[in-house]
């Protein structure tokens, strides 16, 4: 039989079970917990358009690809400026695929809007190159302006003859004309003297290595006299006409040309010429320059890495002939 005190606190004792049991059973989560927010998904990738794709052969050799002015408005897309060109070459199994040798004005095988050149060695047996315009998304497609030029070799230098401003060549007047053989000498920054066969390029082409001095002398037909050398240097400064066979620039102090000239001395103007280009860090490969105008990139002080020099004879002037009329 229950006492009256303990029929006063049985009724309790039920409801403290409860709130316990219940305390117990909602321990792990005893706060309620609203529904989880799901995580952002992360944004879509930015679009771009591949505008234009083009693929070129090149047979062997060292060759300039120059990638005129790339068409459309300029737009940024993920930070990168668009539209931009990149150069490439296909995997070659064999691991002896065209190289990007060197571009200008950047660096590397991306070129922006105001195009480029892009330096090529192509192996024995050929390859090919592929060039990709990037643009804005939706963006038609465009055509891209391409000049491939081979820059060893006697050809490539007829090829990419240029007009001096004034007039014409004198031996696009008269017919192509002979090759004289040369020996170029450059001093490189930390190489020293170094001797070439003039035929082609000659230095550290693509790879910036300054020409601090160089000298000229022709194998046959002319005497090194006979040539006359003027060196650029950094800040405006500049060396006298020198005679060839001797140094035009300086050793040991650290001073890189930036540009040059040559001339042929007025004696032998009528029977030779001479055409030149340089290769600069900045500004890849100038323009073919002749008979004493200045070879210089745009940007000032840009330091001069490789040289192309023929010394040219004249052919016979058709126009100069008697046919006897």
Not at 21 to 40: D, F, I, L, N, Q
Not at 259 to 276: C, M
Not at 289 to 315: K, M, S
Request: charged fraction near 20%; include cysteine.
């Amino acid at each position: 039989m229950r006492t009256t005190a303990e029929a006063r606190r049985s009724p309790a004792a039920p409801a403290e079970e409860t709130v316990a049991g219940r305390r117990r059973r909602s321990a792990p989560g005893a706060e309620p917990v609203a529904a989880a927010t799901p995580e952002p998904s992360a944004p879509e990738p930015p679009a771009v358009s591949v505008t234009t794709v083009r693929m070129l052969r090149v047979d062997e050799g060292l060759y300039a690809l120059q990638i005129g002015a790339l068409p459309g408005g300029i737009s940024e897309i993920a930070g990168m400026a668009v539209p931009v060109a990149h150069v490439s070459a296909p995997f070659a199994e064999d691991g002896n695929g065209i190289e990007v040798v060197a571009s200008f004005p950047r660096r590397g095988p991306w070129l922006g809007k105001e195009g480029g050149t892009a330096i090529l060695r192509s192996p024995r047996g050929g390859g090919y190159v592929i060039i990709t315009l990037y643009g804005s998304p939706g963006q038609q497609t465009v055509d891209l302006s391409l000049d491939l030029r081979r820059l060893d070799g006697v050809d490539s230098a007829v090829a990419t003859r240029v007009q001096p401003a004034g007039g014409r060549s004198a031996a696009a007047d008269t017919g192509e004309g002979r090759d004289i053989p040369t020996e170029i000498m450059l001093h490189l920054e930390r190489a020293g003297d170094r001797l070439f066969g003039g035929r082609g390029w000659v230095g550290a082409l693509g790879r910036r290595v300054r020409i601090e001095a160089f000298s000229i002398r022709p194998l046959e037909g002319l005497a090194p006299a006979d040539i006359e050398m003027k060196g650029f240097m950094p800040n405006g400064g500049e060396t006298p006409w020198v005679p060839g066979g001797a140094l035009c620039g300086t050793r040991g102090q650290g001073l890189p040309l930036v540009g040059f000239a040559l001339r042929i001395v007025p004696q032998q103007a009528d029977r030779f010429e001479v055409q030149y280009q340089g290769s600069f860090f900045a500004g890849g490969i100038s323009e073919l320059r002749q008979n004493g105008d200045p070879c210089r990139a745009p940007a000032a002080d840009d330091p001069l890495e490789a040289v192309n020099i023929r010394l040219i004879e004249r052919g016979p002037d058709p126009a100069g002939t008697d046919t006897g009329s």
